[in-house]
Structures are given as C-alpha cells and as structure tokens.
Antibody, heavy 119, light 112 residues
Framework: QVQLVQSGAEVKEPGASVKVSCKTS????????IHWVRQAPGQGLEWMGW????????KSAQKFQGRVTMTGDTSINTASMELDSLTSDDAAVYFC????????????WGQGTLVTVSS | QSVLTQPPSVSGAPGQRVTISCTGS?????????VHWYQQLPGTAPKLLIY???DRPSGVPDRFSGSKSGTSASLAITGLQAEDEADYFC????????????FGGGTKLTVV
C-alpha cells in the first residue's frame, strides 16, 4: 500500500534551517508530484509548494520563495523540504502529500512533522 | 485569511444532515477548477473525503457527498455519527499569483 513516512519532530532556534524528509513506498516515486503543506497550531492548511520527482522541477508559494528548497532522491524514493531563516511564525506541523493525478487532489499524506521554533 | 471561505463551525445531532460551504471567487472555484474535501481528526493528517467536486474515494461512506456551483462548493454529511466529529477543509486551485493550491480555513464539525 502507498505510504509516506516523514522524519521526526524538530526543535530549532530562530534563524536556523530545518529539513523534513518524506520517504515514500508502495508506488513508483517518479509518477506523482509531492506537495508540502503546513499547519500552524490551531490553524488551517497552508500550501508551500511541490516537486516533480521525475524532473526535479519545483514550484513554491510566493510567500516562501527564496526560503524553501524542495528536493527528491529517486535512489531512496524520498522527498525533502528545507526551510531557511526560521521565525516563530514557522512553528507548525509540516505534511508531505502525494498528488493523485491531474485533478490536483492529495490521495495520501505523511503523518506530519512538528517543527518548534524556540530560543 | 484563507482564499476559500468556510464557516468556522457547524453542529448537528446524530442522524441529522449537515452541510459545509466553501466560497471562492472567479480566479479559483469560479474559474472551473475542481474542489476537493478533506477530513482531519485531532492529531492526524488530513484524509481525502471528496475529490473532483463530487467523487468519493473507495472506502468513504456514501453519507458524504460534494457539489459545486458557480464560485462555491458544499460538502454534505447525512446520517451524522459521533465519529464524524472532525475538522473539514476544502481545497482548490487559484490562477493568480503564478497559480497555486488554495485551502479553506477549515470547519469544525461538532456532533451534539
């Protein structure tokens, strides 16, 4: 079955960077875009961007441009998202999600990675 | 402020029918882009409930249904059960700002 398993919780100081990984299994990694979505405590979902694992192409929300790097490693079927220059506003649960196809919905999600930003 | 607008909360008694609205604009839902719905139980990842406006993934009960008209979409839940208590989010695509995915702010469903 399709699985997306994310790396564990992180605690970072303001100004630092965080890298979250998303290991996939149960399907062909290069057949589906991986998107990143975050959720601040008690808040809604916020789209961050996507990576096409086949080509390596990425696109990020304007808000994160210049601060987010999304990569994919086809040898280990894993996508990663690195966010730089963290502030307290970046404290959130970060999810990876598999785009199902050309209808732009997400049929499988990672379990989420809690990122805490604190000095 | 979310691009798609949802009521913060709705409630209903077991067995009743509730609807959750998702209002957008001419650059997203009104432009013809699909609307998808997710259910999020506390402390868990969102789960796909409805995709492409009114399709249900296998395993989702037919108590859940979706519709779309103009710049809005709705999720209906009939035969409300205690286990339906969760947060519900709508999602679509917006063709402004170089095009990107947009979500509603979420609706907390309480089964009273």
């Amino acid at each position: 079955q399709v699985q997306l398993v994310q790396s564990g919780a992180e605690v970072k100081e303001p100004g630092a960077s965080v890298k979250v990984s998303c290991k996939t299994s149960g399907y062909t990694f290069t057949d589906h875009f991986i998107h990143w979505v975050r959720q601040a405590p008690g808040q809604g979902l916020e789209w961050m961007g996507w990576i096409n694992p086949k080509s390596g192409d990425t696109k990020s929300a304007q808000k994160f441009q210049g601060r987010v790097t999304m990569t994919g490693d086809t040898s280990i079927n894993t996508a990663s998202m690195e966010l730089d220059s963290l502030t307290s506003d970046d404290a959130a649960v970060y999810f990876c999600a598999r785009r199902a196809g050309n209808r732009r919905h997400y049929d499988n999600w990672g379990q989420g990675t809690l990122v805490t930003v604190s000095s | 402020q979310s691009v798609l607008t949802q009521p913060p909360s709705v409630s209903g008694a077991p067995g009743q029918r509730v609807t959750i609205s998702c209002t957008g604009s001419s650059s997203n839902i009104g432009a013809g882009y699909d609307v998808h719905w997710y259910q999020q139980l506390p402390g868990t990842a969102p789960k796909l409930l409805i995709y492409a406006n009114d399709d249900r993934p296998s395993g989702v009960p037919d108590r859940f249904s979706g519709s779309k008209s103009g710049t809005s979409a709705s999720l209906a839940i009939t035969g409300l059960q205690a286990e339906d208590e969760a947060d519900y989010f709508c999602q679509s695509f917006d063709n402004t700002l170089s095009g990107h995915v947009v979500f509603g702010g979420g609706t907390k469903l309480t089964v009273v």
